[in-house]
Structures are given as C-alpha cells and as structure tokens.
C-alpha cells in the first residue's frame, strides 16, 4: 500500500505541475522559469539565469544577474507560445500577460481538462496494477478472501482521495483561468 501511495503522490505532482504551467489569469513564474536559453554554450532555464517576481495583476519580472544575458531571455520568451507582451530595461525584463479572450479560456479549461483526465487515467492504472498484486497474492494462497476484500477495498479508499484531490485542483485551475 505504502508504494501505491507513493507512486499516486507522484502522479497528484506531475499532474500539479502541468497545470501550473497552464495560464490562469494571474502571473505565475512556472510560466517563464524552464523556458531554456543559449548562455555561453549551454541550455539553461530562466530560473537559473535571474530572479523571478510577480507584480500583480498581470505582470512577471525578470531581474537577470547578467545584462549579457537579458536580450537572449526576451527572445526565448517572445518565440515562446505564451502570446505575452515582453520589453527590456537594463537588466529586467517585464513580461506583461494580456487579459486572457473568452475563446482562449476555453481552450486552456478544455487544456486543464485533458491533463485531468490523463492523471485519472495515470491512477487507475496504478489501481489496477496494485488489486491484480493483491489478486495474485489471494491466488499463491498468501491472503484470505477476507483480507483481499479488506486490501482492494483499502487501494480504491486511496484512488477516491486522490481523485477527489484531482478533481479539487482541476477546480481551482478553472477558477483561476476565469479570473
């Protein structure tokens, strides 16, 4: 039980993390810090090339440690998909997030919509998986009837926490994608 568990948080936080990376109509750094930029040779994400802040409501600065690097961030950030507008003061960067159109909306609820489903999917496989453990254990003779009721019953208690902590972020998404 103990690794399903485990393997379901795994999930809950892959799941969590791809949400966040779908805008809402606050400012949000998960929406620029992995974009990756050419320094120096190397491929490295924004988080690792400044600070990030929000400045609410609708803006995201950026306070690169180089000013050699600033004009490479603005140009990942512009040929990034994020339809942002993006300008450049000396070291910062503002990024400014115009006000999400309804046909946009609907398109990033109907976004957070698949990756809900994909991580309900992503846990009833791992149900699935864990009840033909149990089953397989009931079949060597290892468990009783009793316990493997008891252990199945235990592994969907699981699930439907866990979806309906699915279901709670995936409302909270939405929320933020209205605002």
Same mark, same amino acid.
């Given at each position: 039980?103990?690794?399903?568990?485990?393997?379901i948080k795994q999930a809950l936080d892959y799941f969590k993390d791809q949400l966040s990376s779908i805008r809402g109509g606050r400012p949000?750094?998960?929406?620029?810090?992995?974009?990756?930029?050419?320094?120096?040779?190397?491929?490295?994400?924004? !988080?690792?090339?400044?600070?990030?802040?929000?400045?609410?409501?609708?803006?995201?600065?950026?306070?690169?440690?180089?000013?050699?690097?600033?004009?490479?961030?603005?140009?990942?950030?512009?040929?990034? %998909?994020?339809?942002?507008?993006?300008?450049?003061?000396?070291?910062?960067?503002?990024?400014?997030?115009?006000?999400?159109?309804?046909?946009?909306?609907?398109?990033?609820?109907?976004?957070?919509?698949?990756?809900?489903?994909?991580? !309900?999917?992503?846990?009833?496989?791992?149900?699935?998986?864990?009840?033909?453990?149990?089953?397989?254990?009931?079949?060597? !003779?290892?468990?009783?009837?009793?316990?493997?009721?008891?252990?199945?019953?235990?592994?969907?208690?699981?699930?439907?926490?866990?979806?309906?902590?699915?279901?709670?972020?995936? %409302?909270?998404?939405?929320?933020?994608?209205?605002?």
């Amino acid at each position: 039980m103990g690794n399903l568990e485990q393997k379901i948080k795994q999930a809950l936080d892959y799941f969590k993390d791809q949400l966040s990376s779908i805008r809402g109509g606050r400012p949000n750094a998960k929406l620029v810090e992995d974009i990756s930029i050419e320094y120096f040779g190397q491929r490295l994400p924004i !988080k690792q090339l400044g600070s990030i802040n929000m400045v609410p409501p609708r803006e995201i600065q950026i306070s690169v440690w180089d000013k050699n690097a600033a004009s490479a961030v603005l140009k990942a950030i512009e040929a990034s %998909n994020l339809n942002v507008g993006v300008s450049l003061d000396g070291n910062i960067i503002r990024v400014n997030l115009p006000p999400l159109s309804g046909e946009r909306r609907i398109e990033l609820t109907k976004l957070a919509k698949k990756e809900t489903e994909d991580a !309900k999917i992503k846990i009833r496989g791992l149900r699935d998986d864990e009840n033909k453990e149990i089953s397989g254990r009931f079949d060597a !003779k290892e468990i009783g009837e009793d316990e493997k009721f008891k252990l199945k019953e235990k592994v969907q208690g699981i699930v439907d926490k866990a979806n309906e902590e699915i279901e709670n972020i995936l %409302n909270a998404k939405i929320k933020e994608i209205e605002e």
